[in-house]
């Protein structure tokens, strides 16, 4: 089950996601769902445009299928998906 406390070991692809912070001001706003993920990536979609996100120098907040928003550093979900899962979380 998906709640805040296990986001960062969840499959991202198909959530809501904001960029709320960012080192690059451009990032900052971007919303929509995410359609992919790599290593050091998130791929946003807001249905006209794809927009590639590195993770490291952002901070996120996801919107999970029940409403919840959490913020999520961008440090704690690099790495590959399929290692995330694996790891045990730190807080963020």
Known sequence: MLV??????HELIGLQVEVVKSSHRGYVGIRGLV???????LVISDGLRR????????VFQFTL???????VDGKVIVGRPEDR???????W
């Open 35 to 41: 359609i992919d993920e790599t290593q050091k990536m």
């Open 85 to 91: 899962v694996k790891k045990i979380p730190r807080r």
């Open 65 to 71: 299928p029940d409403g919840v928003v959490v913020e």
């Open 4 to 9: 805040p406390e296990n986001l960062v070991q």
């Open 51 to 58: 927009k590639a996100v590195p993770k490291q120098t952002n």
